[in-house]
């Protein structure tokens, strides 16, 4: 018997029809290959980046363990022996010390007194409608755009004309003012982020407004509090434009005018080795607060988007 050659039906032809599964798979499309193509490039800019940061500050480490003949003379090798003596001399002789504790004292106070300011600023701008509301908040976002260049003389007058000239609590309230603008536009924005219902039913139960604020809606914005204190610690540690202008009393400088005048002495000594301790020693504070508060930083910034 003699078969034919004639092809079987096709489906449209045989009115049936195909399984999903039955179906050849989709090429590749065009997008996931730019996709892939650009987090590729992405992540190898954010590794060129980190590599960029982290090795000075890794060659600053490594260069305060060693002599000043080693600095010179194998500037990219590891030491050959820890130099601990860089460290107590920078910390005694270079009196770091005390540039190290008026820095405390003035970052720590300015860094208290911006937080509960700019908290209870931002919670009434957020919460509550009332004549001039957002003429006072547009204040406060024009002062983020004010140059401190510009503010140099006349704030050096009116320091002066306080009593508050070469003193740490008078650099403390210029730090508040300074840090003031920001705190309140980013705090403003995170309030508004809380739910109502929390406040609503403490008013219910009976709580006045500031047991509201400091006992339910403060601990809720804690995140919002944690991210601005960061960003408010770092530019306030290392202000040295401010402290330059309103304190020029050796016996009150902070550690950015330490480090600068013991720049120049070391300088002049030859003792680089000192210098980069010091050097060490203003910028492990920094880096201390950031990684054991980064996770908190990122929660405070991505709280408005996820909510």
């Known amino acids: 018997m003699?078969?034919?050659?004639?092809?079987?039906?096709?489906?449209?032809?045989?009115?049936?029809?195909?399984?999903?599964?039955d179906l050849p798979p989709a090429p590749p499309t065009r997008e996931k290959k730019e996709g892939t193509v650009l987090n590729v490039f992405s992540h190898g800019v954010l590794v060129l980046w980190a590599f960029m940061v982290v090795l000075p500050l890794l060659w600053a480490v490594m260069t305060s363990f060693k002599?000043?003949?080693?600095?010179?003379?194998?500037?990219?090798?590891?030491?050959?022996?820890?130099?601990?003596?860089?460290?107590?001399?920078?910390?005694?002789?270079?009196?770091?010390?005390?540039?190290?504790?008026?820095?405390?004292?003035?970052?720590?106070?300015?860094?208290?007194?911006?937080?509960?300011?700019?908290s209870m600023a931002a919670y009434v701008l957020a919460r509550f409608d009332f004549p001039g509301n957002r003429f006072i908040y547009y204040l406060f976002i024009g002062g983020m755009s004010f140059p401190i260049m510009l503010a140099l003389v006349p704030l050096f007058y009116v320091v002066n004309n306080m009593g508050l000239l070469n003193t740490l609590h008078g650099l403390i309230l210029v730090y508040i003012a300074y840090s003031l603008p920001f705190t309140v536009f980013f705090l403003t924005a995170f309030f508004r982020t809380l739910p109502t219902s929390v406040a609503?039913?403490?008013?219910?139960?009976?709580?006045?407004?500031?047991?509201?604020?400091?006992?339910i809606m403060l601990p809720m914005a804690k995140p919002g509090l944690i991210s601005v204190g960061i960003f408010n610690f770092l530019g306030q540690w290392n202000q040295y434009m401010l402290p330059t202008v309103l304190n020029t009393d050796p016996d009150?400088?902070?550690?950015?005018?330490?480090?600068?005048?013991?720049?120049?002495?070391?300088?002049?000594?030859?003792?680089?080795?000192?210098?980069?301790?010091?050097?060490?020693?203003?910028?492990?504070?920094?880096?201390?607060?950031?990684?054991?508060?980064?996770?908190?930083?990122?929660?405070?910034?991505?709280?408005?988007?996820?909510?």
């Not at 003699?2 to 599964?21: D, F, Q, Y």
């Not at 039913?201 to 006992?215: L, Y």
């Not at 013991?262 to 910028?283: I, R």
Request: hydrophobic content about 45%; aromatic content about 10%.
């Open 2 to 21: 003699k078969t034919t050659g004639t092809p079987a039906p096709l489906p449209a032809e045989s009115g049936a029809v195909l399984a999903k599964e």
């Open 67 to 118: 002599d000043d003949r080693s600095i010179f003379s194998s500037p990219w090798s590891l030491p050959d022996s820890l130099h601990f003596d860089n460290w107590s001399r920078a910390w005694t002789q270079a009196n770091m010390s005390d540039y190290f504790l008026n820095t405390v004292l003035v970052v720590g106070g300015s860094l208290v007194g911006t937080l509960v300011l700019g």
């Open 200 to 215: 609503e039913a403490a008013f219910v139960d009976g709580a006045s407004h500031s047991r509201t604020f400091f006992q």
């Open 252 to 307: 009150k400088r902070v550690l950015t005018q330490g480090l600068v005048q013991l720049a120049v002495s070391q300088g002049y000594k030859g003792d680089w080795s000192g210098l980069f301790a010091g050097l060490v020693m203003a910028m492990l504070p920094v880096l201390a607060a950031y990684v054991i508060f980064q996770r908190q930083v990122v929660q405070g910034l991505t709280a408005g988007a996820l909510k």
